[in-house]
């Protein structure tokens, strides 16, 4: 039934303003699967059906804390993607919860990582600390090739960007905007891990 939901709301808009707070509307919205194509207003939430997905996001970056990311390392896994940088207002708002959501899927497998799109290391661990935040970020600010890997299907325009990818590193859902409602992306990451298990 929860995939049912995430299926039957298939975004097909990017709409932009990371600023702007959406209030339980957008919460609503997703657990009645009302159909409609896409949520609109900051924040919005765009899922995508297994059916439409496109082709995997491949990306690899150096991170905060020194060595490298790859999404190749976790195949068969759901990815959380949270692009942000530290003096972004909405960033820091939503930090806790998504440490907090980080913690709670810890078990189930689900992998959290931030794309730093433009402090460089020292201040991005330097935000880490301040907020409790404890998975890293890849620092995609000299480069700015995640940024590249996502801008062909979901371009992360608006900051912050969540976007879940699901066990075959496909785009399953995106978040533009601040994280004003916490419970969807959990329910998001429970019907996505849920795919093709049978539950």
């Given at each position: 039934?929860?995939?049912?939901?995430?299926?039957?709301?298939?975004?097909?808009?990017?709409?932009?303003?990371?600023?702007?707070?959406?209030?339980?509307?957008?919460?609503?919205?997703?657990?009645?699967?009302?159909?409609?194509?896409?949520?609109?207003?900051?924040?919005?939430?765009?899922?995508?059906?297994?059916?439409?997905?496109?082709?995997?996001?491949?990306?690899?970056?150096?991170?905060?804390?020194?060595?490298?990311?790859?999404s190749?390392?976790?195949?068969?896994?759901?990815?959380?993607?949270?692009?942000?940088?530290?003096?972004?207002?909405?960033?820091?708002?939503?930090?806790?919860?998504l440490?907090?959501?980080?913690?709670e899927?810890?078990?189930?497998?689900?992998?959290?990582?931030?794309?730093?799109?433009?402090?460089?290391?020292?201040?991005?661990?330097?935000?880490?600390?301040?907020?409790?935040?404890?998975?890293?970020?890849?620092?995609?600010?000299?480069?700015?090739?995640?940024?590249?890997?996502?801008?062909?299907?979901?371009?992360p325009?608006?900051?912050?960007?969540?976007?879940v990818?699901?066990?075959?590193?496909?785009i399953?859902?995106?978040?533009?905007?601040?994280?004003?409602?916490?419970?969807?992306?959990?329910?998001?990451?429970?019907?996505?891990?849920?795919?093709?298990?049978?539950?």
């Open positions: 039934m929860r995939a049912a939901i995430a299926a039957s709301l298939v975004g097909l808009a990017l709409l932009g303003g990371g600023c702007a707070t959406t209030g339980d509307a957008l919460a609503e919205q997703y657990r009645a699967g009302s159909g409609q194509n896409y949520i609109s207003g900051d924040g919005a939430l765009t899922v995508v059906a297994p059916e439409s997905r496109e082709n995997p996001v491949v990306f690899a970056g150096p991170l905060d804390i020194g060595g490298t990311f790859s190749a390392d976790y195949a068969g896994q759901v990815v959380v993607v949270n692009f942000w940088y530290a003096g972004c207002p909405p960033c820091r708002l939503e930090a806790p919860d440490e907090a959501l980080h913690q899927f810890l078990d189930e497998g689900v992998v959290f990582v931030g794309v730093n799109i433009l402090d460089q290391a020292p201040t991005a661990l330097a935000f880490a600390e301040e907020f409790g935040v404890t998975y890293t970020s890849v620092m995609d600010t000299n480069e700015g090739s995640v940024r590249l890997a996502f801008a062909g299907q979901v371009a325009n608006a900051v912050p960007t969540t976007v990818l699901d066990n075959q590193g496909r399953a859902a995106r978040i533009s905007g601040l994280l004003t409602e916490p419970e969807v992306l959990a329910q998001l990451l429970r019907d996505v891990s849920s795919e093709g298990t049978g539950s």
